[in-house]
DNA sequence: TAAATTTGTCTATTGATATAGACAACTATA
DNA sequence: TATAGTTGTCTATATCAATAGACAAATTTA
């Protein structure tokens, strides 16, 4: 009766680490709205006063919950819930990566992960109007928003029209601004294939996922306004984090 | 791609230990049937395969059940699923802790943890019919059934009618034999009342239960046949291993 | 009775978890 | 520009979690 634990109390030699039931507890508290999104944590020492642990375990609380895309730390600010509003992301004739967020995000970009020239397979070929095996470039990419990962996405194209798009995509950080710089000033959206499953092992990594999440798919193929294909993707999107909105296409 | 772990299956470092995820898959093994009640789990060195760990880190898990009183280890024979079924109590006039049990159990009987001479307090003095500050003996006990704990009670006696009580129960396992020391041949509840509470810790160790389990409380006087308090009792069962049927009181 | 099966105990090693303290790096503010 | 407040990094130590292997103890089976 004496020195009774509070109930809901961090749990010693309970098979789950404390870091990990810290972690939940976060979770939890920002669900109640006891931590307000957007808003400041209290600091670390607050925080290990008030579950009666080290500091450095309250770290590796918020260290986990910074890599499941919860929270964002700040050295010398603090440590802020980000907004766990999920994206809309619009689907449509004219899709864009940026401009579809605008309002939503303050800042976006696309990073370049990868680039590489492939025999085509029979999937690209066909969209892109090209013989099997003709050699296209295959861009590996990362559509971050806020500094959060939101997509994942591999675009091929005809590397005889666009050798060198690697190297836009990696200055200009836009799909658009490349395609520019080979005169394409307009493009649409021909096609869109919408599936989801769970995320595979790259995913988690290059998205932050935990294991078990989920990821929306989007094959599609880009063509010029005359009707001629230019590009073909296949993009994933964390399905926590972003939510598809389809437009006339 | 590759190497992929199969959904549902066991997570390293994700902040829950291996032997609490096994723990947990064999109690959800038990659940759905897949596990048998009353029969022998598979050995250690099986589930050690099965799980993809060593054997070290099943017996842990093993060990964790046995603590919670789900399995029940047997050296040379097995490890064995015990009933998950709950005794039935029941609750009338004429309650006895074995008698209540018969054809359920093949082995019960109270052990005497404690015992105390004290003043009484409202609450006691009132149902005993005595003034307040009255010494009354208090005699804490524990119910067992087939060697797994079953209840947590605490009694209390008129000192001056029933001095050597505790010795009584001892000695013999058993209130009804110990009030027969006394001159009472039979007795009859008066009243009880009953309510439910999340176990305090002592009643955690005593009975062997897991942080946030469950207990009934009755609170309970029982009386001669001529109408004479002799017994104030308040006794806990786990929610998880009995349930009170209450019959014609 | 002997052998096989199964749980129990012991030693040893490695990595993850948790605590402790000190100080650096960065930010906001007086 | 100091100063206070906050996150980041480093070292060190102790305990828990997990693996590995060997053998004892008890039970069942051939």
């Known amino acids: 009766m004496i020195g009774q634990p509070v109930a809901d109390s961090i749990e010693r ?9 810290i972690a939940d507890r976060i979770l939890q508290a920002i669900a109640t709205g006891d931590f307000a999104e957007n808003a400041a944590l209290p600091p670390e020492v607050a925080l290990a006063e008030r579950y009666g642990v080290n500091r450095h375990t309250v770290r590796s609380a918020i260290s986990a919950l910074v890599q ?3 929270l964002r730390a700040e050295q010398g600010r603090g440590t802020f819930v980000l907004s766990r509003k999920r994206l809309s992301y619009p689907i449509g004739a004219r899709t864009r990566f940026s401009t579809g967020l605008q309002g939503q995000t ?12 492939e ?5 690209v070929a066909e969209s892109l109007g090209l013989a099997r095996g003709a050699e296209v470039i295959r861009l590996e990419t990362r559509g971050e928003a806020d500094g959060r990962p939101v997509s994942r996405a591999a675009a091929w194209f005809d590397v005889s029209r666009f050798a060198g798009i690697d190297k836009a995509m990696a200055e200009t950080g836009s799909i658009t601004a490349s395609l520019a710089r080979f005169g394409i000033d307009d493009y649409l959206r021909q096609s869109t294939v919408l599936s989801a499953r769970h995320a595979d092992a790259a995913d988690l990594a290059d998205l932050g996922l935990q294991p078990g999440a989920i990821v929306l798919v989007t094959v599609a193929v880009n063509v010029t306004p005359d009707g001629q294909p230019i590009q073909f993707s296949e993009s994933r999107f964390p399905a926590e984090r972003v939510e598809l909105k389809l437009s006339a296409l």
């Not at 030699?13 to 039931?21: D, I």
């Not at 303050?106 to 020239?117: F, G, K, N, P």
């Not at 025999?119 to 999937?123: D, E, G, I, V």
């Open 13 to 21: 030699r309970s098979g789950v680490s404390l870091w990990r039931q």
């Open 68 to 70: 499941e895309g919860v």
């Open 106 to 117: 303050s800042e976006r970009h696309i990073v370049l992960l990868a680039s590489s020239v």
């Open 119 to 123: 025999p085509a397979s029979q999937r």
